[in-house]
């Protein structure tokens, strides 16, 4: 491409992290060294446009080296990927962890949202002075949250909770971040062998292969590919599961569809861009059993034949990141992954792809966008990733907790997963209870049990406290009143209830909690998540912001009826028109608040 | 009944589906849009160009199909058979009124065609957000993830002063819908030139150069082909602008006169708008098949010569 480079350029710190990544630059035309015969030649076109997926990676060496990412260092992975400034600007800018502004090495993220702030954590005008307010960071079980970034070549994350203003306060002041707590802290049931999605957590050693072996770790693969990919796909659709992401698609119908692609060029994305607020299972099973996740994403390829595949974390799980890149990297030395997988003739590799911070991302053709080096905007559906995925061949896109549960499918047998639960939710179901129980942390349940039960596994609500309300399904869910705990959690019943699973969020919110608060924090995460494609969301999640704000005052008048209206009216065109699942249920909390929670009514 | 309709090499399918009630016959690749404009249904259009693949982004064209859980933009929703579409429901007219609404109380729509006749059409009432608030010039610093509290009162808009940073033309993003056709057309769809992008996020997203640099410091090669797509005259010939600001612009007056541009040997096609024997700015007929509407910089911005008058600087 005929690129216009403008006259900013990298500094050796800039170049030197891009290097690390993409080699030091080639030629000339590339950032190289002016000479005289690479200014008569310009290598490039087709082949380095094809780089373009390594764009995210790049801008996140910059970020982790100099702390945000300059016009310098924009214009010279321009010349190294042939990727013009003003696309890549429009990507950097799209990521809330990066800066295009200078800003201090160390990044000091506090989490405002929704489980923090019911733990009396920081609000978006009371923090620290150099904090930065985040979105979820993952950790509710632990709120309130902060996501500390040391940014220099030995760049360091760590994710710390619970944070005081004071720990805060010297964070920014630039004392070093202590390291995280054990895992597990993320699951009160464990250790327990008798679990079956959480069976390891907390029992093995998350960095050794040869704990995880020694645990029955890799039989469900060596399993597998003796079954033969045809029978696993048979045991997937016979188990009766369904995504656990939110959307609860059945797995084996998406696996079959793939499996069934004329094309055989095919993607598997694990979708770990877990950013749903009060949402952090995907966070506990990767940082305490990464192995699994290896194994049955290699599980899931067989079956659907996939020969790469790749799994896009959230930016901000650094231990996670860790763990899942430690457990790739020795599960490849074994040949657990790579050719020929364990003899059996099977390709495939995997490659860990960070978020930036979007929750977009999550969105299952966003996530393509994202992994390609474009902005993280939803696609257009038809057609559907089965068809025209990543890089526009079939893919399928699994969450972390699905793939989990594809292990007791393959080491016992669909059939038998699927006595498991009731008549239309199958299997074991991990829920995410924050807020005011005594026990926070994610539960693992057969489907059945009642918002009672997992409330009183978590401990039961706090002592001294009062239950106001409980939030399902995280932001994009809805929220249940006192009197509802007999609902039993499984996709009918939640459904028939008018409610939705989500992603398994449980928050318990006592008498405390300013409501009024949560709902307008939920409009302002949707308002600054909205990746901005379509006018419904937009400009709804704005305008759904500014009828509340405007209720605060109002409530109880006149006027107050015309704002309600007004909201009514913006949560129909979002759920009928906007592109993708966020504008969709952008106001799903919000009226489940109005409706059953009578807020703001007189 | 399936028939086959030989157009040039291609074989199309016919296709057949209802529409309103109405058995159509439609071939295989067109759009909904398409076969419900073809058999007289009437629907607006915002982002929606004709030379520009459809982003589907400001969905105003929005029509109800069975079976799916969420209206279907009809710009880009190619034709099934079995289809069974919608045009006119309480679901359509609703959002064809919020979208209008949502944009209408945002963005400047006042060159915008049609918004008048369509906010009548589906009773959209833009004000009843509040009066809109215009403190916010500073959306090219917009900080993503991160937003202006609402102030309880106002309705935020994209209100921005006027980008004036060459002498051919002006961007003025308060007029913008984000549309992204300027942003197709500059890049992989017309000019492969990529000096402008979307930047930023959500409400903040917004269409910029890199850093938000004048466009004399980008890649814009001043093809104009932007101008040429855009919906609502956010991107504007210098010429246009200073004749609207001086309250001497009378579009009525105008003649359109096509012709071909005489700088090299492609032979684009050009349309002259003239107004008091001056050419006042050059379009490109959109459906001509090899320009497309596409010029370059001296088919669009060359006219100076004709009126021999000195060249603004």
């Known amino acids: 491409m005929d690129l216009k480079i403008a006259s900013a350029s990298a500094s050796a710190e800039e170049r030197d992290a891009v290097d690390s990544l993409l080699g030091a630059a080639p030629e000339t035309f590339q950032g190289g060294d002016r000479n005289l015969e690479g200014l008569r030649v310009a290598r490039g076109g087709e082949s380095l446009r094809q780089l373009r997926h390594l764009l995210l990676p790049t801008l996140h060496q910059v970020n982790d080296r100099v702390g945000h990412i300059s016009r310098g260092a924009i214009n010279y992975i321009s010349q190294r990927l042939d990727v013009a400034p003003a696309e890549i600007y429009g990507v950097a800018t799209f990521y809330a962890l990066f800066d295009t502004k200078e800003r201090p090495a160390t990044q000091v993220h506090v989490c405002v949202d929704l489980a923090c702030r019911a733990m009396s954590g920081c609000k978006e005008n009371d923090l620290p002075d150099g904090a930065v307010a985040s979105p979820c960071l993952g950790a509710c079980e632990r709120a309130p949250a902060v996501l500390v970034i040391e940014t220099g070549v030995n760049v360091r994350s760590e994710l710390l909770a619970p944070a005081s203003r004071q720990q805060i306060s010297q964070l920014v002041a630039g004392k070093h971040a202590p390291d995280e707590q054990p895992i597990s802290h993320g699951a009160p049931q464990t250790p327990n062998r008798d679990l079956v999605l959480l069976s390891r957590i907390g029992v093995v050693d998350p960095r050794s292969i040869d704990d995880y072996i020694a645990n029955n770790g890799f039989a469900a693969l060596k399993k597998a590919l003796k079954i033969g990919p045809e029978q696993v796909l048979t045991e997937v659709t016979n188990s009766g599961l369904v995504g656990r992401g939110g959307a609860a698609f059945p797995t084996g119908r998406k696996w079959a569809a793939v499996a069934a692609q004329p094309v055989k060029t095919r993607y598997l994305i694990c979708n770990a861009d877990e950013s749903e607020p009060g949402t952090f299972k995907d966070r506990v099973l990767l940082e305490g059993d990464p192995f699994a996740l290896v194994e049955s994403m290699v599980i899931a390829a067989f079956a659907t034949q996939c020969h790469h595949g790749y799994i896009y974390l959230r930016g901000e799980y650094p231990r996670a990141m860790r763990n899942i890149t430690n457990a790739v990297e020795i599960s490849r030395q074994k040949n657990f992954l790579g050719s020929n997988i364990l003899g059996s003739g099977f390709d495939f590799d995997i490659t860990i792809f960070k978020g930036a911070g979007a929750y977009i991302c999550g969105e299952e053709t966003a996530i393509f966008n994202s992994i390609e080096g474009y902005r993280g905007e939803p696609r257009n559906k038809p057609p559907f990733p089965v068809e025209v995925g990543l890089f526009g061949k079939p893919t399928v896109v699994n969450n972390v907790e699905t793939l989990f549960n594809i292990l007791p499918i393959i080491n016992d047998s669909g059939e038998k997963y699927s006595a498991w639960g009731s008549t239309g939710s199958k299997g074991k179901k991990l829920f995410c209870v924050s807020g005011a129980v005594e026990k926070p942390g994610v539960y693992e349940v057969t489907f059945g049990a009642t918002l009672r039960d997992l409330i009183h596994l978590a401990g039961g609500v706090k002592r001294g406290s009062k239950l106001q309300a409980v939030l399902l399904g995280g932001a994009a869910g809805g929220y249940v009143g006192p009197d509802e705990l007999d609902l039993e959690l499984t996709l009918e019943a939640a459904r028939q209830a008018g409610t939705t699973l989500g992603s398994g969020v449980i928050m318990v919110l006592d008498e405390s909690v300013d409501m009024v608060d949560q709902l307008q924090r939920i409009a302002a995460f949707f308002r600054d998540e909205s990746c901005g494609q379509c006018v419904p969301c937009r400009v709804g999640t704005v305008r759904q912001q500014e009828a509340l704000a405007r209720l605060v005052e109002s409530s109880g008048t006149d006027r107050a009826k015309i704002d309600l209206q007004l909201l009514r009216d913006l949560g129909q065109v979002m759920r009928d028109a906007s592109i993708c699942g966020l504008g969709q249920t952008a106001h799903n909390a919000i009226d489940s608040a109005l409706t059953r929670l009578k807020v703001f009514s007189t | ?313």
């Open chain 2, 1 to 313: 009944m399936t028939t086959q309709v030989t157009t040039g090499l291609k074989v199309r399918k016919s296709v057949d589906l209802t529409i309103d009630g109405q058995a159509v016959t439609a071939l295989e690749g067109a759009t909904l849009l398409e076969v419900c404009r073809a058999n007289g249904k009437e629907i607006p259009t915002l982002c929606y160009g004709d030379t520009i693949t459809p982003k589907n982004a400001c969905r105003v064209c929005m029509v109800e199909l069975e079976g799916s859980r969420t209206l279907v933009p009809s710009c880009s929703r190619k034709v099934e058979p079995g289809m069974n579409v919608k045009t006119d429901t309480e679901r359509t007219r609703h959002s064809r009124r919020l979208v209008l609404e949502l944009l209408g109380s945002s963005v400047d729509l006042s060159l915008t065609k049609n918004v008048d006749k369509w906010n009548d059409n589906y009773g959209a009432n833009p004000s009843r957000f509040g009066a809109p608030s215009f403190h916010h010039d500073d959306r090219d610093d917009a900080v993503t993830g991160h937003h202006h509290q609402p102030d309880g009162k106002t309705a935020e808009t994209v209100h921005q002063p006027v980008k004036i940073d060459n002498a051919l033309y002006v961007r003025d993003y308060s007029k913008c819908i984000l549309c992204y056709q300027c942003v197709d057309a500059c890049g992989e769809q017309w000019q492969n030139t990529f000096a402008i992008a979307t930047a930023g996020r959500g409400f903040d997203a917004r269409i910029s150069t890199e850093f938000a640099v004048d466009l004399t410091d980008s890649a814009c090669v001043y093809c104009g082909n932007c101008i040429q797509v855009c919906p609502t005259g956010a991107l504007m010939f210098t010429s246009e602008f200073e004749m609207r600001e001086a309250g001497t612009w009378r579009e009525n007056d105008q003649t359109q006169t096509d012709t071909i541009c005489p700088f090299c040997g492609v032979g684009c096609s050009l349309t002259l708008h003239v107004q008091d024997n001056e050419i006042v700015k050059v379009t490109s007929p959109s459906d001509h098949s090899v320009t497309h509407g596409n010029l370059c910089i001296k088919g669009r911005f060359g006219f100076q010569h004709v009126q021999n008058t000195k060249p603004t600087d």
